[in-house]
């Protein structure tokens, strides 16, 4: 199993240009996440889906727009990027077994908006 | 709004010595979680915790709830260079769905 796999993994944008992280698991995991992690503050949820065709907004979903065609592909999308979207970029997926949610990171996605 | 903190943000200790962190959350939960993550890497989940266990051992580590302080500690025995990391607790968040929400971190460095 590849597990988590995320592409690119480095990325230099101007402001106002769009993008889309590829994100994909090959575990058959229904859960699938998109964090982002800046110095000093942990990560934060964007945006998570519990299963194909089904997505939610997480703790900072304001620029950011996902989809969940499959269950394997949870592609997050940047319309019009903004410096203060300089950040680096985790996918996880996860399955609910037993009542908890033990996830599965990627490697990350190192983005930079000029 | 981040559910868990960290403390102390950043740790450095000889090789050998043990290592503990410790992490305090908001609101109610079923379990909790520590994850590490190495420079550059994704993270890695080590242990989790249901809020009904009070002590869980997994090799050379050692976590600890107390749900009515509303707080956890990870301690990490006889440590080696190799567990210089950030070291995350996280726990299920109701308002995303019980997806987790992670706190600030612990930078612990192991000096041989």
């Known amino acids: 199993n590849a597990g988590v796999t995320q592409t690119p993994k480095f990325q230099v944008l101007k402001t106002g240009q769009s993008m889309t992280l590829q994100c994909a698991q090959d575990m058959n995991h229904e859960y699938m996440s998109w964090y982002r992690q800046d110095p000093g503050m942990g990560l934060r949820l964007i945006h998570y889906?519990?299963?194909?065709?089904?997505?939610d907004q997480g703790e900072v979903p304001n620029g950011y727009n996902v989809s969940r065609s499959t269950t394997e592909d949870f592609p997050l999308r940047l319309l019009s990027a903004a410096p203060s979207q300089t950040s680096v970029y985790f996918c996880?997926?996860?399955?609910?077994?037993?009542?908890?949610?033990?996830?599965?990171f990627g490697p990350g996605t190192r983005l930079t908006v000029l | 709004s981040q559910q868990g903190e960290e403390d102390p943000q950043a740790l450095s200790i000889q090789e050998g010595e043990n290592a503990t962190m410790n992490c305090s959350y908001k609101?109610?939960?079923?379990?909790l979680q520590w994850y590490r993550q190495n420079s550059g890497r994704g993270l890695v989940h080590l242990i989790l915790i249901r809020s009904n266990e009070r002590e869980k051992h997994s090799g050379r580590l050692r976590v600890t709830l107390d749900t009515s302080k509303k707080s956890s500690s990870l301690l990490i025995t006889a440590s080696r260079a190799a567990d210089t990391a950030s070291y995350f607790c996280a726990t299920p968040h109701m308002e995303y769905g019980n997806k987790l929400v992670f706190g600030a971190g612990t930078i612990l460095r192991v000096k041989s």
């Open positions: 996880a997926s996860s399955s609910w077994t037993a009542g908890t949610d033990t996830q599965y």
């Open positions: 609101t109610s939960i079923n379990n």
């Open positions: 889906s519990v299963g194909a065709g089904i997505t």
